[in-house]
């Protein structure tokens, strides 16, 4: 009997110091503990996948422009799209025990390891942009970007509008983003779906540009050359529609027309060539995280938790709508 009352002593001691946040800190994942610093005291490593895109450009710029403008230390690398230059930077911003860690993950699987390493240090990290594809999702407190599938859905939607009450069969070609990223796998994902709606719609060849102008536009070159004939190019995102477009000129088509184009971003570059047709419709992808992400650090910095996914709010541009964006557009 006395033992038994022993070990239940013991165990509602460990509840007790659990609960009030004594003992083993609360795990990084829900970001409850809480640091309670002034923000000029906070850091916050960001680990960026590189320097790919117009969309990654802006992304960086907003980021850094918020932090400056929220007053909290940002330490910022480039990992040029590798992942293991992000395992790396991540890495060392345990070592200089940061407060928080964020990043866009590159591609959505090999993160466990490092993400633990992460907890144990009790460093909470936020997933901006990009998602992983760890079971455990008390590795990361929140996802805050885009609805992928979503996005490659509107696409998808706009061509099977586009050849309504048409018999015409459709060869698309498709320009995917990095292999094994979210944004490529998703807006693959949404797209298929969304074309499944007109069988006369067919995806005739699928290669990835790595979300680069010049991968978008040497793939393309290619597919001009194997494709007897391609009526509709869909680009994971506006840089490889520019490369492809710098592809269709060069092989004496008309980009916009002779070769209907659909990118997911809406930069500069890309709204530009939508006012101008040479692209046909954009799906806008908002790199504009940065003060969401402030939001979060200050959220998580006064013992608060957030949403597991915070999604951002984002639209769709035809050509006429590019026109009256563009002057207004703040990327
Ligand atoms: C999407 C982002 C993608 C953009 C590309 O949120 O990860 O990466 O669509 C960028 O332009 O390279």
Same mark, same amino acid.
């Given at each position: ?25 609360a ?6 503990e ?47 799209q ?41 460093? +909470?990290?936020?997933?901006?942009d ?46 995917e983003?990095t292999?094994?990223?979210? +944004? ?13 709606a007109? +069988? ?18 040497q793939v ?38 002779d ?67 563009? +002057?207004?557009?703040?990327?």
């Open positions: 009997m006395k033992k038994a009352i022993g070990l239940f002593a013991a165990g509602a001691m460990v509840l007790a110091l659990s609960a009030c946040g004594g003992g083993a800190a795990p990084a994942g829900n970001g409850g809480g640091k309670g610093k002034s923000l000029d005291q906070l850091v916050v490593g960001f680990a960026q996948v590189g320097a790919e895109s117009g969309w990654r450009t802006a992304n960086t710029k907003d980021i850094q422009d918020s932090f400056k403008e929220a007053g909290i230390q940002l330490k910022f690398s480039d990992a040029q590798k992942q293991e230059n992000q395992i790396k930077a991540i890495r060392s911003y345990i070592q200089q025990g940061v407060d928080y860690i964020a990043f866009s993950p590159v591609v959505q699987t090999g993160w466990d390891a490092v993400l633990n390493e992460a907890k144990a240090a009790n460093i +909470p990290v936020i997933l901006t990009r998602a992983v594809d760890s079971k455990d999702t008390s590795l990361y407190v929140t996802f805050l970007g885009s609805d992928f599938i979503l996005e490659g859905k509107k696409a998808g939607e706009w061509l099977v509008k586009e050849y309504e009450g048409k018999n015409d069969a459709v060869n698309v070609v498709q320009l983003g292999t094994g990223s979210a +944004p490529a796998i998703d807006r693959g994902t949404g797209f298929a779906d969304a074309i499944k007109n +069988p006369n719609i067919k995806v005739v060849a699928s290669q990835t540009g790595d979300f680069t102008r010049a991968g978008g536009k393309m070159e290619a597919m001009l050359k194997s494709q007897p004939k391609i009526d509709v190019v869909y680009a994971h995102n506006d840089d490889m529609g520019l490369g492809a477009i710098e592809a269709i000129e060069a092989a004496g088509k008309v980009p916009g027309k070769i209907k184009i659909i990118t997911v971003d809406a930069v500069k570059d890309g709204m530009t060539a939508l006012s101008e047709g040479k692209i046909n419709f954009i799906v806008e992808c908002s790199p504009l995280l940065g003060k969401q992400l402030i939001d979060v650090v200050k959220t998580l910095n006064e013992g608060g938790t957030v949403e597991k996914r915070i999604v951002t709010e984002e639209t769709t541009f035809t050509q006429e709508q590019a026109k009256e964006a563009l +002057p207004t557009r703040k990327y």
